[in-house]
């Protein structure tokens, strides 16, 4: 969005009942213009302690970015709970296994940045606790009926991927 806090505000306010928030959030200070624009969600694509503490400090859910073990811990240090995985392509879902199998059990991950419907179920099976879609499911250039249809595929494809994963 050009006008990013703009855009915030008005999904806020029109959209009490949703959770709305900033990805790409790099300083303590975009923190406060996220929530002082109605935000209640910070994504970073890295792992800041002060970003992490300032947005607990203001009663903000915040994932931060990681990729190795001791970005995931130093996030966890720094009081999140639950920590974006990216780029997720780029580890693999093996690598999401092994660092479930030594964080807290109450850590969530979320793998982001190149995963599509196809890679839903293998992501699940190695303790994906959610996603997050980029490019994967919005473009600019996407019209309407191709982010709908891009969409639906990606939640038909976690629908029956979680139904799936139930039954094992």
């Known amino acids: 969005s050009p006008q990013p806090f ?17 990805g790409t959030v790099l300083t303590p200070a975009e923190v406060d213009r996220v929530y002082d624009a109605g935000g209640r969600l910070v994504v970073a694509p890295n792992c800041d302690p002060a970003v992490i503490r300032r ?3 203001r009663g903000m859910r915040v994932l931060p970015g990681i990729g190795t073990a001791t970005e995931a811990f130093a996030a ?3 009081g999140a709970t639950e920590l974006k995985l990216f780029p997720a392509a780029t580890y693999g ?6 660092l479930k199998s030594v964080l807290p059990k109450h850590v969530k991950i979320f793998p982001v940045g190149g995963i599509g ?6 992501w699940l099976v190695s303790g994906a606790d959610g996603f997050g879609f ?6 600019p250039a996407y019209t309407l009926a191709e ?4 969409a639906r595929e ?3 494809a976690l629908q029956s991927s979680t139904e799936a994963t139930e039954k094992n």
Do not use: Y
Request: charged share 25%; net charge negative.
């Open 6 to 22: 703009d855009t915030i505000r008005l999904l806020a306010s029109a959209h009490r009942d949703c959770l709305v928030g900033a």
């Open 117 to 122: 419907s196809q890679d839903i179920a293998e």
């Open 154 to 156: 990606l939640i038909d």
């Open 93 to 98: 879902s093996g690598h999401l296994r092994a």
């Open 147 to 150: 982010l709908t249809r891009r």
């Open 134 to 139: 980029g490019s994967e499911l919005f473009k």
């Open 76 to 78: 966890v240090t720094a």
């Open 55 to 57: 947005a607990l400090e």
